[in-house]
């Protein structure tokens, strides 16, 4: 006789804990053919916002890092997501109903996009920052500086995503220094969740990166018109009904957030989504006339 | 008669040869517009100098269309080593013609003649001469090795600065193989006018620079137009959000330059004349009509005294009045309606507490003045500390350690500027990483070059204009080819070639 397992039970990460719905909520997650997954946690509006205060609240810090540690930090996710594999592979299997192969590929191409982002965490000041020759006695340099906090709606289609989707939104925000709320994929949100046990496992911050588990049309209005987000990133947003990602972007004119457009699927690995969550400040300082 | 007393040196109005009325520069030529046309006034004398065209949805509409026939049929077509040869016949008229513009500018917009001789209309040329450059190098600018023009933008700026901004927005969008519509700021399109006739003089195509003027009305009309692919605009944050609202789901690339409420940090070991400099160049430059304004003194508390002290003084030394006279210092606020706003925040800053200075000085009957200001025992939570008020006046508030100062510098929606005042380079550097602002001046400010990148955090807005970064606003990037893609679809070579080194 085969041995009962043990289910997992499948919480929201905010600020390196791992909270039930503070509004006690659930909802049912299912495979592709309405088998019982889990019961994940349903994210309130509350939620949202103590998933905001955690990411302010971690953002200075994690920007202060040297690059060379924040990379060295992306690298550790890579390198234990590795160790993982097989997990993730499960979880896609039994969320997505994809073959074993297809599920694999989707972990292997996660796992190179962290090493590829990593290997930007100090190398993309270099290319995205410039020395300024100034008509006078002067020093003037620009250097790209994280936005802040950044809210995502990590991509949603029904299969091919859930991991590979929610990494490749939430790297190349937090690699310059950002920290970051992530609504993960609604149907399929239980590898987010496991993602999220890898990184309070490898050296991210508490905060850094929070994951909330639920519906992004309930979630992304709050997101949006919240004072505190400075960017918001839509990748995922395109599903939402009746082209509702065109009012976030209206709510988030509110406060003058950096709104990045919907994708289709996981937006591919790019030093465009880097520099999309960073501002340039020049420094000005004067010479001697010697 | 003492050092403060000159003899007038006005600076002659013969060189100007202004026409009576401007219509709209559509298709390379002046056209009437079909809106209510006004008069643009000198806000020193509030008399009119010309009367100018107001352009309704209709004339915006032939605007766009000949930006876009101008796009399709000529400028996207050029060679990049053209446009730039225009760019730079373009710096050299406006280098000229510096005087008359310089002029024409004080006059239009009530700034010394000092000020538009030597910072403003210089700027301007070397704008355009830097971006003229850029022309044929776009492949250098970062932006993949293929980077495309936008097509037509709309580009709607303020008053403060009329014809310099009008450079940062026309130079790197004709650099970048954009045309463009511009609107001017209604109380201020003289030289934008001025800037046509350049255009024609440097045989520039026809369409590829359309100036419109009009109020709000015609701002809106012209983000708002469904051909336009760019917006670009420099002005307060209340239209700075309308505009992002406007362009929200369209696929229109924006860049908002806002506003400010830069802090200007002094540590009690800074240069202390050279500070005092600073400062007054901070918030009295341009009226204080500038969004960079250092408008927040954060000084540090034991020197406190003493600085105010001197500020005083060196207050008392500024000359305010006619904006023609070569001695001037301080001009005209640019219309009532700003006048009428720099009164009311500070009639608040005395009503919430703050302590009022202003130097004797004495206000001409005509036209809109505003003797320069200064408020001391403001706190962090008055209106003074936190509204942007675009005038010639400063509130001074106190720190006493670095973290402190980073606190109260930062506590703002704004991000747009900030200055630091320290001879301890180490101190600022740690300071000038923290500050959450796009352009740090230390031990200097409100210094601009065409080579700098500008713009703000926050809700100052975002992009950059200026400097490499600048062409980002104008060009789509034709990006790079991650190479993760084709490692991750084919089998894991990688992993297996460990393994095997491994065994």
């Known amino acids: 006789m085969s041995r009962l397992s043990v289910p997992k039970t499948y919480k929201l990460a905010i600020g390196g804990a791992f909270p039930r719905s503070e509004s006690g909520r659930t909802y049912v997650v299912t495979s592709p053919s309405g088998e019982f997954l889990a019961n994940a946690s349903l994210a309130s509006r509350k939620d949202a916002r103590d998933a905001v205060v955690a990411a302010r609240g971690a953002q200075a810090k994690w920007a202060g890092a040297t690059a060379y540690n924040r990379g060295q930090v992306l690298y550790r996710i890579a390198e234990l997501l590795e160790g993982r594999r097989a997990q993730f592979v499960d979880e896609i299997v039994q969320s997505e109903g994809v073959t074993a192969a297809v599920a694999g590929a989707q972990v292997d191409a996660t796992i190179d996009l962290w090493v590829w982002y990593a290997g930007w965490a100090d190398k993309y000041a270099q290319v995205a920052g410039n020395g300024n020759p100034v008509s006078g006695p002067y020093f003037n340099l620009s250097v790209p500086d994280a936005t802040g906090v950044v809210a995502t709606i990590a991509p949603q289609d029904r299969t091919g995503v859930s991991l590979l989707g929610l990494a490749a939104v939430v790297a190349p925000i937090v690699l310059s220094g950002n920290t970051v709320v992530v609504v993960a994929n609604e149907a399929a949100p239980l590898s987010a969740i496991s993602l999220a046990e890898v990184l309070a496992t490898s050296d991210v911050p508490g905060g850094v990166v929070n994951v909330l588990t639920g519906s992004p049309a309930e979630l992304a209005p709050w997101l949006a018109s919240h004072a505190d987000v400075n960017a918001l990133d839509l990748a995922g947003a395109g599903s939402l009904a009746d082209g509702a990602w065109v009012d976030l972007q209206i709510t988030a004119a509110e406060t003058l957030k950096r709104v990045l457009p919907p994708v289709e699927g996981a937006p591919a690995p790019s030093l465009e989504r880097i520099t999309a969550f960073v501002e340039t400040k020049t420094v000005w300082h004067t010479k001697a006339m010697l | ?503």
Not at chain 2, 87 to 111: C, M, P, T, Y
Not at chain 2, 171 to 176: D, S, V
Not at chain 2, 476 to 486: F, L, M, V
Request: aromatic share 8%; hydrophobic share 40%; glycine share 10%.
């Open chain 2, 1 to 503: 008669m003492s050092f403060l007393e000159y003899a007038p040196a006005p600076e002659s109005t013969a060189i100007l040869n202004l026409r009576d009325s401007y219509g709209l520069f559509i298709d390379g030529e002046f056209v009437d517009g079909h809106g209510a046309a006004f008069a643009t006034i000198s806000p020193s004398t509030e008399k009119r100098i010309a009367e100018v065209a107001c352009a309704d949805a209709s004339d915006v509409d032939r605007a766009v269309a000949a930006a876009r026939r101008a796009y399709d049929r000529t400028w996207s077509r050029m060679s990049g080593g053209d446009r730039g040869k225009y760019l730079f016949r373009i710096a050299r008229l406006v280098q000229e013609r510096a005087r008359e513009l310089a002029v024409a500018e004080s006059l239009d917009n009530g700034k010394p003649i000092k000020e538009t001789r030597d910072v403003d209309i210089p700027l301007v040329a070397a704008w355009f001469f830097y971006y003229a450059g850029w022309a044929d190098k776009l492949e250098y600018a970062g932006l993949g090795s293929a980077p495309r023009a936008l097509g037509v933008a709309a580009q709607v700026i303020p008053w403060n600065f009329p014809l310099l901004m009008l450079a940062w927005k026309i130079a790197p969008a004709l650099a970048a193989g954009n045309t463009v519509v511009l609107k001017p700021a209604e109380t201020t399109p003289l030289t934008a006018l001025l800037f046509a006739e350049i255009c024609q003089q440097a045989d520039l195509p026809a369409g590829v620079v359309n100036i419109i003027t009009g109020a709000g009305e015609t701002g809106r009309a012209l983000v708002s137009h469904d051909d336009v692919n760019k917006v670009a605009f420099t002005g307060s944050t209340p239209v700075g959000r309308e505009i992002a609202r406007a362009v929200a789901g369209t696929g229109k690339k924006l860049t908002l330059e806002l506003g400010g409420k830069g802090a200007n940090i002094v540590f009690d070991d800074a240069a202390m004349d050279q500070a005092v400099e600073g400062i007054v160049s901070g918030i009295f430059f341009n009226q204080g009509h500038v969004c960079c304004a250092g408008s927040r003194l954060l000084v540090q508390e034991n020197i406190h005294d003493e600085l105010v002290d001197r500020l005083k003084t060196r207050l008392s030394t500024l000359r305010l009045g006619d904006p023609l006279d070569k001695n001037t210092d301080i001009g005209a606020i640019n219309s009532r309606e700003q006048l009428d706003r720099i009164r009311a925040l500070s009639e608040i800053g005395e009503q919430e507490g703050a302590e009022r200075w202003s130097p004797a000085c004495e206000i001409p009957s005509n036209g809109f003045w505003f003797a320069p200001t200064i408020f001391t025992n403001v706190s962090t939570s008055h209106r003074i500390a936190r509204d942007e008020i675009f005038g010639p006046v400063l509130s001074v508030l106190t720190f006493r350690t670095p973290e402190e100062a980073v606190a109260k510098a930062n506590n703002t929606p704004y991000g747009l500027s900030a200055g630091i005042w320290t001879e301890k380079a180490s101190r600022m550097l740690a300071l000038a990483d923290r500050l959450r602002a796009g352009v740090v001046w230390a031990n200097t400010f409100n210094k601009f070059d065409p080579a700098s990148p500008f713009g703000g955090y926050k809700e100052s807005g975002y992009g950059r204009e200026g400097g490499r970064h600048g062409l980002a606003a104008y060009l789509e990037a034709s990006g790079w080819q991650a190479p993760i893609e084709s490692s991750a679809a084919s089998p894991r070579s990688g992993r297996k070639a460990r393994k095997a080194v491994a065994k």
